[in-house]
């Protein structure tokens, strides 16, 4: 199994705090984790450093095998260009694209031919169930749907791994469960590495990995294994409590 993301003693200081500390972490491909934490824990710091969007302090990443420290700033932004996917709690949709438009950008920007980007997007609008709404703009569109159409254009450009910041977080309880559905599936049917940070028990739940931030510091994580996701949901509710404090 190909490791996507590895790192050894991971540091991120902002001026004279320090928010990461010395962070160990693998994840292999065709994973699906969870980064749970209480608010100031460093979920979003280490997601901004592993995406390439913001440089580590002290340690080492290797994203596919190669080193962070060893990428110019060039180089890491084509990389997260190339290799990663993002699903964002807003969407980040273009209100005056249609949703088809939306989902095949990265695709266009890279003159990616027509048939292709067809052949690309056929398989990923029935995993999602989105057919119907290709031709409609994000204001025509449900909080659920929108982030549907985000996870498309996520995936579309068959990334290494898809971060995923608060994908829930702005949708109804019905909406929530539809997408966690059909990420499960995308993980499932396509292979596609997922890394989610949430706040939400519910969320994590359907993750194959639930790894809890504690202070900057990795403090416990948890398999799902063969147990079903209401079993998980209680183990992971458990370990929270044992940790003290809430995700937010």
């Given amino acids: 199994m190909q490791t996507v993301i590895q790192t050894k003693h991971l540091t991120k200081n ?12 693998t994840v292999e491909a065709g994973e699906l984790t969870a980064i749970m934490g209480p608010s100031g824990s460093g979920k979003s710091t280490l997601m ?51 949703a088809k438009e939306n989902i095949l950008l990265p695709l266009s920007l890279r003159k990616v031919k027509a048939a292709d980007m067809e052949s690309r997007l056929q398989p990923i609008i029935q995993a999602l ?12 569109l449900s909080g659920g749907q929108k982030q549907r159409v985000a996870s498309a254009r996520a995936i579309i450009t068959k990334p290494a791994i898809v971060f995923a910041d ?36 519910y969320a994590a ?27 998980f949901y209680d183990r992971i509710l458990e370990t929270q409590s044992l940790l003290g404090g809430k995700p937010r």
């Fill in 166 to 201: 608060e994908p829930t977080g702005a949708l109804d309880s019905r909406s929530a469960t539809q997408l966690l559905e059909q990420l499960v599936g995308l993980n499932e049917t396509f292979g596609t590495t997922i890394l989610m940070v949430t706040h939400d028990f």
């Fill in 205 to 231: 739940s359907y993750c194959k990995r639930v790894i809890f931030l504690r202070d900057g510091s990795i403090v416990s994580e948890l398999y799902a294994g063969g147990q079903d996701r209401k079993t």
């Fill in 48 to 98: 901004n450093v592993l995406s390439t969007i913001d440089r580590l302090s002290g340690g080492e990443v290797w994203l596919e095998g190669k080193s962070l420290l060893e990428m110019k700033k060039p180089a890491a932004r084509q990389f997260r260009q190339e290799r990663m996917g993002f699903i964002f709690q807003d969407y980040n949709l273009l209100d005056t694209l249609t």
């Fill in 129 to 140: 169930n989105i057919e119907g709404l290709l031709n409609k703009y994000p204001s025509e």
């Fill in 14 to 25: 902002y001026g004279t705090t320090t928010v990461l500390k010395g962070i160990d972490l």
